[in-house]
Nanobody, 126 residues
Framework: HVQLVESGGGSAQAGGSLTLSCKAS?????????MAWFRQAPGKAREGIAAIYAGDGRTYYADSVKTRFSIGEDNVKNTIYLQMSSLKSEDTAMYYC???????????????????WGQGTQVTVS
């Protein structure tokens, strides 16, 4: 079993920046995994915004964030990060970290492929 804990959420002004972290613990020694960030605003579906696949280092982004957000990883710390800049009010949401098997350009946004989820961290942009 794997536990995921997000941190770094909070309030920011439009145009500002925040960095989220997600630390994995437990049985993390396994085949390369896809780690992703999703977000969910009130009344909306959960959407994938960024992912990174440890197997080849590829990253994937939603069009809405690809010029503003950056996903990275620290394998020693079993932690992934999401650097968010030029924040907009529409970025306001609960942000979730997820872990699953191999991801591809077509599969990474699918919530069903991820076996483990964090509890989420709130980001509010005003």
């Amino acid at each position: 079993h794997v536990q995921l804990v997000e941190s770094g959420g909070g309030s920011a002004q439009a145009g500002g920046s925040l960095t989220l972290s997600c630390k994995a613990s437990g049985n993390t020694a396994s085949s390369p995994q896809c780690m992703a960030w999703f977000r969910q605003a009130p009344g909306k579906a959960r959407e994938g915004i960024a992912a990174i696949y440890a197997g080849d280092g590829r990253t994937y982004y939603a069009d809405s964030v690809k010029t503003r957000f950056s996903i990275g990883e620290d394998n020693v710390k079993n932690t992934i990060y999401l650097q968010m800049s030029s924040l907009k009010s529409e970025d306001t949401a609960m942000y979730y970290c997820a872990r699953g098997g191999r991801c591809t350009s077509t599969s990474w946004k699918t919530t069903e492929k991820y076996s483990y989820w964090g509890q989420g961290t709130q980001v509010t942009v005003s």
